[in-house]
């Protein structure tokens, strides 16, 4: 199974969407909310976008388990709960 499919959309190729796709659309989406104003420290801001939900339904997945979901993520448990606090998380 590809990393970037979301598992219940393996059983029909045709509907396979990558989670790429999924992020590419909601940036899009965010570009064109700016109606032509700019934007500075996007590359923060969409990092932080990204993890906190990442974080959270991780968590969720392995019911509260930092050491599971750290491993899920492929990150220190340390850098978790660091990322967990600093975002109000935690």
């Given at each position: ?6 598992p219940h959309e393996e059983a ?36 932080r976008e990204l993890e906190i ?38």
């Amino acid at each position: 199974m590809n990393a970037a499919v979301l598992p219940h959309e393996e059983a029909d190729p045709s509907t396979r969407t990558p989670l790429r796709e999924h992020v590419a659309v909601s940036i899009r989406r965010f570009l064109g909310d700016l109606d032509g104003c700019d934007a500075e420290g996007l590359y923060e801001i969409a990092l932080r976008e990204l993890e906190i939900p990442l974080f959270v339904e991780v968590l969720r997945h392995c019911d509260g388990n930092q050491s599971r979901a750290a491993q899920m993520l492929g990150i220190h448990r340390a850098t978790l709960r660091k990322k967990l606090r600093e975002y109000g998380l935690a």
